[in-house]
């Protein structure tokens, strides 16, 4: 299937599970560590801002910022750390194998 790193073909021979396997545990991996890079920013471009509004000590701006990307970075965590193991492979399995049984049934009554 295309645009799945964890489902590639080798000059269209089936990957053995082990490299299927091997195959998603790297995704998951890089997936993991994009979110860990994006909090690794977060925290202190949040810092900074948080230290402007303290030193200009007009009126504060970080809770905008912090409201807008902390909640960005809440629905990156949920794709990556909850919604992935929901909606990724084993999902992408489950929906190919219901569709191989539906085209099958489809195909022995003739239609």
């Known amino acids: 299937m295309r645009g799945c790193s964890w489902h590639a073909e080798r000059h269209g021979e089936p990957a053995t599970e082990e490299e ?3 195959r998603e545990a790297r995704h998951r991996a890089h997936r993991r560590m994009e ?3 994006h ?3 977060f925290v202190p471009v949040m810092l900074l801002i948080l230290a402007i509004d303290v030193v ?3 009126e504060w701006f970080i809770q ?3 409201g807008i990307w902390g909640g960005i970075l809440a629905i990156h965590f949920l794709f990556t750390f909850v919604l992935d193991d929901l909606l990724g492979p084993a999902m992408e399995q489950r929906l ?11 195909s022995r009554r003739g239609g």
Not at 96 to 106: I, S, Y
């Open 20 to 22: 299927t396997l091997q």
């Open 35 to 37: 979110f860990l890079h």
């Open 39 to 41: 909090l690794s920013i």
């Open 56 to 58: 200009t000590g007009d």
């Open 64 to 66: 905008w910022v912090a």
């Open 96 to 106: 190919t194998e219901n569709q191989l049984r539906r085209l099958d049934e489809r």
